[in-house]
């Protein structure tokens, strides 16, 4: 069998051959036959990495005025170009994904809360003031901080991701993989119901739901108490209904997560 040796012949596109995105890529043609054998893709790349911090509210106190936000890792964020390519950090919060370069536009990556497992929605703005930051994307390490200015309303949406997260990590690395945890879930933060419902509460109801502080309690998604409800989440995947094996089987969860014997410590 002979073989064939096309000669091929570089061409570059008349505007019908753009990309869906207007950009003209060349393409080769075979001279003998024709055909077009490779249609190349001429988009600069970037190859976007780097690190995602937040500030968050540390130890097992909820957020309050002697116990202020430091900042440290944010795993699983995520990060979406412009250009429509989405990527996800790691358990680490390091991120490392390919975006195409938009020629004129500086390119931007927006960071949120809005990860693949667990999603954070602000109740107060119905979801407006949902943390979203934007961020310039640099040639080589980029070291992202999120909520640098924190408010009750922005470090609570830090706060449920993060300890959302370590919640469902710790479960799944002791009992491993569930099918029903790789759902997204999502935790609904700054829930503020007026008069005559009091705060100082959290609920499972299918998804997570936390108080935002009022007279009487702080914001209510400190460590313990959002590992207490992600609790009631697995109990639910179980079909498990009993109130009072529910509620020490949640407290008991929760104890081991941030290994305390307090649940809601400095809650009121
Ligand atoms: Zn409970």
């Not at 449920?160 to 469902?168: G, I, L, Y």
């Not at 005559?196 to 509460?201: I, K, L, M, V, Y």
């Not at 914001?219 to 209904?241: K, M």
């Amino acid at each position: 069998m002979a073989l064939r040796h096309p000669k091929y012949i570089t061409y570059f596109t008349p505007q019908s051959r753009s990309n869906e995105r207007g950009q003209d890529s060349p393409y080769f043609v075979d001279a003998e036959m024709g055909g077009i054998v490779l249609e190349e893709d001429d988009i600069d790349h970037l190859q976007v990495h780097g690190s995602v911090e937040a500030y968050h509210t540390p130890g097992n106190q909820p957020d309050h005025p002697q116990n202020p936000p430091v900042k440290g890792i944010l795993p699983y964020s995520r990060l979406s170009a412009e250009t429509g390519e989405v990527g996800f950090a790691n358990e680490l919060g390091l991120f490392d994904f390919e975006i195409s370069e938009d020629q004129g536009i500086d390119p931007l990556v927006s960071v949120d809360l809005q990860g693949e497992l667990i999603y954070v929605v602000d109740y107060y703005s119905s979801g407006d003031d949902n943390i979203r930051e934007q961020w310039p994307i640099l040639d080589g390490e980029m070291s992202i901080v999120l909520n640098e200015q924190p408010s009750e309303y922005s470090t609570s949406q830090i706060n449920a991701f993060r300890n959302t997260n370590m919640t469902r990590e710790f479960f799944v690395s002791r009992v491993g993989r569930w099918d029903y945890l790789q759902a997204p879930l999502m935790a609904v933060v700054n829930v503020d119901l007026g008069e005559p419902f009091s705060g100082c509460n959290a609920i499972y109801g299918g998804s997570l739901a936390f108080f935002a502080s009022d007279d009487e309690c702080f914001n209510a998604v400190s460590t313990t108490v959002v590992s207490h409800e992600y609790g009631h989440h697995i109990q639910h995947g179980l079909g498990i209904n009993h109130f009072a094996f529910a509620e020490g089987y949640s407290d008991s969860l929760a104890e081991m997560v941030f290994d305390t014997p307090i649940i809601g410590e400095h809650f009121f």
